[in-house]
């Protein structure tokens, strides 16, 4: 299956702290907390990306909101701030820096308005007047200068805080493909010092007091002054999709296919239906309408709905997600709806990734800069996977009947065993005939040079307390398999059992058998019974089935009690068929084990039986 990267860019979607904020006059600026003081309710699917437990939420009204919220989900992929540096706040750096172009001077702006020089060869290049030529808010332009255009045919120019060059027409005076037109003429004037981030197409229509912009924009951008990380992901054969306007951001370069939007709406369901379709490469999806409708207005309360919008459909994404899909959500700059200014703010941004290799709870800190963006799509998308020193031994061992030692995965987890006991275990193991040998993690490379393919190795990870992070597990899990086990014993966070947090168990459970397969070797699940009550057992065998694992198993020999028949009984009717079940811990003799396998074993973990 091919591999597939969203990119969402929440556009303007900032969370303060930007340390240069003040050189832009923007200190203070906090987008998420401008729309959390809007809102009550809960945003489950961007807390389990981890948005609430990125470093620095201490905005006096984030920490309200989240005092007002009952339980936060728990983070379940990597989440992080990143602080732009490029020289500039506006969509085009932003953009062109998460696709790994860094510019270090920022794009023209036009405070007092554009030059008489610009001005003539816009009047020369299309044949007609100009009106306004000041930063003006969009939305008010067209109100102030609206009626004289349609009465004279004039073009409204006008430009904002943001490196832009705007054109104003209404539709019934100059048709679209006209204003296209004089837009891209004005795209080639404004180049060398005068080479605006964006020229922007903006046709409105209806009657004067009641002009309203229609969704037929355009945006005519800067080309990158280098190849971006869609030209690189092109070249390679791959698909690049864009949604929105992000073909406008990179000047049509390095796409295999866009697909316009007229809002947030269309563009979410879009990318909803790509998620349903079969391609390769990178889905690029910017959501205007946070920056368009709601930053630049000032308009908390919409930035709030647009905000839970997103975060229902993102719940509808990461349910079909597939084992090949990388999701990551950021922003390109902010804009406060809280200020007094209507422009961008400079802020730092979110970074919220999920998927393969992104599946466990990770705090990335913050990071400087946007290109982090690029250099997490090009190691997935190109990135070497990791070359085994070892290869793990085939799970190709089948048990004699005849013999009880063919059913036990000969153990000694001792804190005080040697290289050589090591080495004495796997001969003897070996002789009898055994199912495995199970020895510590920093003992297997030993035993898999001592068996040499004779005998499948097992270690066990999150040994013997099980509280270890996902992370840890799965490194050390992933490790293991490296250094040539072919079977893993994993404790559970009992922990998390014990605060009925079976959601983070099982989560963590398919993390570990996911990881331990793709490298070809099983999983057993400790589930250590003798600190569980029956309901938890039986919930337990459930998870373990559902999420993939091997075996179930009992005990790690360190807990207050061993397998116990009556367990193994228990663990053999409430899993599946697709589960076996291993008995460890107090186990000494033959009988012993016997007694497990007529209960429903089919590994037993013992030291030596007598």
């Known amino acids: 299956m091919d591999k597939r990267v969203f990119l969402v860019v929440l556009d303007s979607f900032g969370i303060g702290g930007a340390p240069d904020a003040a050189d832009f006059g923007d200190e203070g600026s906090n987008t998420l907390a401008a729309v959390l003081s809007h809102s009550d309710e809960a945003f489950p699917n961007l807390a389990k990306m981890g948005l609430f437990d990125i470093d620095g939420n201490d905005d006096p009204r984030i920490k309200d909101y989240l005092k007002k919220q009952e339980r936060l989900t728990y983070p379940w992929g990597w989440y992080g701030r990143i602080r732009e540096l490029s020289k500039g706040k506006d969509s085009v750096i932003g953009h062109w820096e998460m696709a790994g172009v860094y510019s270090s001077s920022p794009l023209p702006t036009y405070p007092e308005g554009f030059p008489e020089e610009i001005i003539s060869a816009l009047k020369e290049a299309t044949g007609r007047n100009i009106l306004c030529n000041k930063p003006y808010s969009g939305t008010e332009v067209i109100k102030d200068y609206g009626e004289e255009h349609m009465k004279t045919g004039a073009l409204i120019v006008y430009t904002s805080a943001d490196s832009v060059l705007q054109i104003a027409a209404h539709e019934d005076v100059i048709p679209v493909e006209e204003l296209y037109e004089i837009c891209e003429k004005a795209r080639e004037i404004m180049t060398g010092k005068h080479g605006v981030g964006r020229v922007i197409a903006r046709p409105f229509e209806g009657t004067p007091g009641n002009f309203v912009r229609t969704s037929r924009r355009h945006d005519y951008s800067l080309a990158a002054p280098s190849d971006t990380m869609l030209d690189t992901i092109k070249a390679h054969g791959l698909d690049v999709i864009s949604i929105g306007k992000i073909r406008d951001l990179f000047a049509q370069r390095g796409i295999t296919e866009a697909i316009p939007t007229s809002g947030n709406t269309e563009g979410i369901k879009i990318w909803l239906e790509k998620e349903e379709t079969d391609f390769g490469g990178l889905c690029y999806l910017n959501l205007v309408d946070f920056d368009m409708k709601y930053g630049h207005r000032n308009d908390i309360e919409g930035y709030n709905r647009a905000m839970h919008e997103f975060d229902d459909a993102l719940g509808k994404f990461l349910e079909y997600m ?11 700059h902010g804009c406060d709806p809280s200020t007094e200014s ?5 802020e730092c941004v979110p970074l919220l990734i999920y998927g393969d290799k992104y599946n466990v709870p990770h705090n990335m800190g913050t990071t400087a800069g ?43 987890l001792k804190n005080t065993a040697t290289t050589k006991d090591i080495k004495d275990l796997v001969e003897r193991a070996i002789s009898e005939n055994a199912a495995s040998v199970c020895v510590q993690p920093c003992f297997v490379r030993t035993a898999r040079e001592a068996a040499k393919g004779r005998l499948n190795i097992c270690t066990v990870i999150g040994f013997p307390m099980g ?44 993390v570990i058998a996911e990881a331990v397969h793709k490298k070809g070797a099983i999983l057993k699940v400790i589930i250590e019974t003798c600190a569980l009550t029956e309901t938890e057992k039986k919930v337990l065998c459930q998870i373990v089935t559902v999420q993939g694992a091997d075996f179930i198993k009992t005990s790690t020999g360190f807990g207050s009690a061993g397998a116990t028949v009556e367990d193994v009984r228990l663990l053999r009717r409430y899993t599946g068929s697709t589960i076996d079940v291993k008995a460890a811990g107090g186990i000494r003799t033959k009988e ?5 396998i007529e209960a429903g074993a089919s590994r037993i973990g013992a030291s030596n039986l007598k």
């Open 342 to 346: 209507t422009d961008h703010s400079r």
């Open 322 to 332: 597939r084992p090949d899909d990388l999701l990551i959500i950021t922003a390109d």
């Open 467 to 510: 509280y270890q992070t996902t992370a840890v597990k799965k490194f050390e899990a992933e490790e293991a398999c490296d250094n040539g086990a072919s079977e893993i014993d994993m404790v559970i966070n009992i922990n998390m059992v014990k605060s009925a947090a079976f959601n983070v168990v099982a989560n963590e459970i398919h």
């Open 370 to 412: 946007f290109g982090i963006v690029a250099q997490t799509v090009y190691d997935y998308l190109f990135g070497d996977s990791l070359k085994r020193d070892f290869e793990p031994a085939t799970a190709s061992h089948v048990p004699d009947k005849d013999n009880i030692m063919s059913y036990v995965d000969m153990t000694n």
């Open 592 to 596: 012993d084990a016997q007694k497990m």
